[in-house]
């Protein structure tokens, strides 16, 4: 099992910017992929894509409504992940989760993540 701990969310203004991080530990061997949710107010059903990065980092993914504003990077010898928010807007307000994966290909579904973090709050004020 993998043990992931999200950090660095927090309130900020509208256009501001904002770095999460995500510290993975345990039995990190058989991750392939890393990922980003998010959890919107009133949707607390929806774990709605944001980023997904291989594990070894050379390939990722974005859900449209963040590309171009949002990058996820990992640092190997820290076996952290990080999702660096520019240009936020108010629509982005939601709970981050973190979580890893172990298919062998990069998925976009929270479904195909197995171990998840407890989420960290990013507020976007307008």
């Known amino acids: 099992q993998v043990q992931l701990g999200e950090s660095g969310g927090g309130l900020v203004q509208a256009g501001g910017s904002l770095r999460l991080s995500c510290a993975a530990s345990?039995?990190?061997?058989?991750?392939?992929?890393m990922g980003w949710f998010r959890q919107a107010p009133g949707k607390e059903r929806v774990r709605e894509f944001v980023?997904?990065?291989?594990?070894?980092?050379?390939?990722?993914y974005y859900a449209d409504s963040v590309k171009g504003r949002f990058t996820i990077s990992r640092d190997n010898a820290k076996n952290t992940v990080y999702l660096e928010m520019n240009s936020l807007k108010p629509e982005d307000t939601a709970v981050y989760y973190c979580a890893a994966s172990r298919i062998g290909w990069l998925s976009t579904r929270s479904s195909d993540f197995g171990s998840w973090g407890q989420g960290t709050q990013v507020t976007v004020s307008s």
């Open positions: 980023a997904v990065i291989t594990w070894t980092g050379g390939t990722a």
């Open positions: 345990g039995r990190t061997s058989s991750t392939t992929a």
